[in-house]
């Protein structure tokens, strides 16, 4: 029957746009899983599955206009159904195509971070151009020739399926119905199959080459709209939940409301309470930095400051997005289910942060950025958490050096000093956060301040990163020419790694990030256990010496005798709960896994099952704290 015969065709024809890329990416990274214990080449088998499911929803209104639309309008039917098969056919090939790029990124297929940066098209768009001007070209091309393809003969391609008669058109609905509802299931359980079922190894790479990247964008959107993520971890009593996150990070609030609020007293007393300056440095990671591990060369001045202050030397980061690691060091918690709290709804009044803190100890509080603070919804959130002012790009005068995502770390520095000496001239307590930009595709930078590293680009992480190490040692050395050095404390930490990869389910070792925390009075000493952002901000603000703070940060300082040796660590929808070197990693709809940490990969071991059952606790906790608005 030519209804039949046109629904196969197209449906072939997307599953061969599937499989291109799959057996693209199958043949790139195949040396990544080539070594796992389960055969590499169902990949293909469940890819199909995957592909199968999306094929048929895009495919359904074909079926619905061919089976139920009557005869008298077939020609514009025609036409209204090539039409719309061509742009469901340039969609997929679009991101099909965008796979490999988005991978050579961020070591995954699309996903909502795919989605999420089209919010930002002026700053994304610089970065794409530039970094991926063949791609797109070869792109458009594969497009306008599928196209081509595609509409050659169009003007009847659909005309002989309304040949059959309205009546046996009809019938045949009831029996392609059942047979897209099984196809699209894919599962005769209780649940549907969905994003899960291609995560069949416990090697990360081979599950992302199974994925479908369309699906995986769309599932991503569908799950974070409607807080569908967290009941796929598993299911657990809230009460419980609470209390087993409270015994993990040995936490007893004080206040009969809110999880985590308690009293806390300063380890260091001052004759005057201290400032408090975070700077948070864009995408620099552990592996960077030789104080704590990494690559030699390319911090001089975070590894000559880590001389003479509080070194973390391994400290993880929330997750992988900056949105995460903000709310880590400047609110102090760990990265909730879904949507980063930056942006969502419930997280834009009354959300606890250092300034909200800070602000009835008559504390001035301001945040800059060098970049548009509407990016990543930042103004909205620290505007309006406690933060009386929001320093952006727009507010430089003159500025020295403007890149892709703003002005340069220096000129960030330069008028950051300038605010704090006005600040303390003016005898007035500050608080402030500030966030670096030049560690960013395209990686934009005055390229005259550092001997760029010698063997990789010119516009490189690695130069980046330099140029950003060259704006923290000239920060703290105008600093520390001012007055207000003696009575601040400072913070420089990394939001998260500049790239995440690795073929562990969490690439754990690509969560380290550089800590460091300075100041005339701060302990010269290194700190070897696990950390976390809240622990850094809580150990931050213990060194401010102020008595009595209450807060809910999730976290202790340091220099508490309640502190753990226990991380949280956000990736993609994947969370993994560390104490110390071992790790339980859970995923929706999937069994936990229990897993050692050595030599900075993960190895299978025997579950422990209350390490899995605390990780999925800290999940629940952390959705019931947000919807509840409990963060105070």
Same mark, same amino acid.
């Given at each position: 029957m030519a209804i039949i015969k046109q629904l196969l065709k197209h449906y072939f024809y997307l599953i061969a746009l599937f499989f291109i890329t799959r057996l693209a990416l199958f043949i790139w990274q195949f040396d990544r899983f080539s070594q796992v214990s389960e055969s590499y080449w169902l990949t293909f088998l469940y890819g199909l599955k995957m592909d199968t499911i999306l094929?048929?929803?895009?495919?359904?209104?074909?079926?619905?206009l061919l089976t139920l639309a009557p005869k008298i309008i077939s020609n514009f039917l025609n036409k209204l159904m090539v039409y719309y098969f061509l742009l469901v056919l340039m969609l997929v090939t679009f991101v099909e195509s965008a796979t490999l790029p988005f991978f050579i990124q961020y070591?995954?297929?699309?996903?909502?971070?795919?989605?999420?940066?089209?919010?930002?098209?002026?700053e994304v768009s610089s970065m794409l151009i530039a970094d991926y001007k063949l791609v797109f070209l070869i792109t458009f091309v594969i497009m306008y020739a599928l196209a081509r393809a595609y509409l050659k003969n169009s003007s009847t391609r659909f005309i002989a399926c309304f040949d059959l008669s309205y009546i046996k058109r009809v019938a045949l609905i009831l029996p392609l119905l059942l047979i897209f509802s099984i196809g699209i299931r894919s599962s005769f359980g209780h649940r549907p199959a969905n994003i899960s079922d291609a995560l069949y190894s416990s090697n990360r790479i081979l599950n992302e080459v199974t994925k479908n990247s369309l699906y995986s964008v769309l599932y991503a959107i569908y799950s974070?709209?409607?807080?569908?993520?967290?009941?796929?971890?598993?299911?657990?009593?809230?009460?419980?939940?609470?209390?087993?996150?409270k015994r993990r990070l040995n936490i007893q609030n004080t206040h009969p409301d809110y999880i985590f609020n308690r009293t806390i007293n300063t380890h260091f007393k001052h004759n005057q309470n201290k400032n408090l300056v975070i700077f948070i440095q864009e995408?620099?990671?552990?592996?960077f930095a030789k104080a704590v591990g990494g690559e030699s060369g390319v911090t001089p001045h975070f590894n000559q400051l880590a001389n003479n202050g509080l070194l973390f030397t391994d400290a993880y980061s929330n997750g992988t997005r900056s949105i995460r690691g903000l709310a880590g060091l400047v609110a102090g918690n760990f990265s909730i289910p879904g949507k980063g709290v930056l942006k969502r709804n419930k997280s834009q009044q009354d959300f606890f942060t250092m300034a909200s803190l800070l602000k009835s100890y008559q504390y001035e509080t301001v945040f800059l950025y060098g970049g548009e603070s509407r990016f990543d919804n930042m103004k909205s959130w620290f505007s309006g958490n406690g933060f009386e002012r929001i320093i952006e790009q727009s507010d430089f005068i003159n500025p020295g050096y403007v890149g892709s995502w703003g002005v340069s770390d220096e000129d960030l520095i330069i008028r950051a000093n300038q605010e704090f000496k006005t600040y303390h001239n003016n005898n007035q307590?500050?608080?402030?956060?500030? @966030? *670096?930009?030049?560690?960013?595709?395209?990686?934009?930078?005055?390229?005259?301040?550092?001997?760029?590293i010698e063997g990789v680009a010119v516009k490189s992480a690695k130069n980046a990163i330099k140029y950003a190490d060259y704006a923290i040692g000239q920060f703290i050395k105008l600093a520390q020419q001012e007055d207000y050095y003696k009575d601040t404390i400072f913070v420089i930490a990394a939001d998260h790694d500049v790239r995440v990869y690795g073929d562990d389910l969490v690439p754990v070792n690509h969560f380290h990030i550089p800590a460091l925390i300075l100041g005339q009075g701060v302990p010269t000493m290194t700190y070897n256990k696990i950390s976390t952002q809240p622990d850094i901000l809580a150990t931050a603000l213990d060194l401010m010496g102020i008595e009595n703070?209450?807060?809910?940060?999730?976290?202790?300082?340091? @220099? *508490?005798d309640k502190k753990q040796n226990v991380a949280l660590m956000q990736f993609n929808d994947y969370y993994a709960l560390r104490q110390d070197d071992k790790v339980a990693v859970i995923r929706p709809d999937k069994e936990a896994l229990t897993f050692i940490y050595k030599n900075e990969q993960l190895k299978l071991t025997t579950h422990d099952k209350t390490l899995e059952e605390d990780a999925l606790a800290f999940v629940i906790t952390l959705n019931h704290l947000y919807h509840n608005k409990l963060h105070q």
């Open positions: 094929a048929l929803v895009l495919l359904l209104p074909l079926l619905l070591d995954v297929r699309p996903n909502y971070l795919f989605v999420e940066y089209l919010e930002h098209i002026r974070k709209k409607y807080d569908k993520s967290v009941k796929h971890y598993g299911v657990m009593k809230v009460d419980d939940a609470i209390q087993r996150v995408s620099m990671g552990a592996q307590k500050f608080a402030a956060v500030m @966030f *670096s930009t030049s560690n960013h595709a395209p990686f934009d930078f005055p390229e005259d301040k550092i001997d760029l703070l209450t807060y809910p940060i999730q976290g202790h300082s340091i @220099f *508490s």
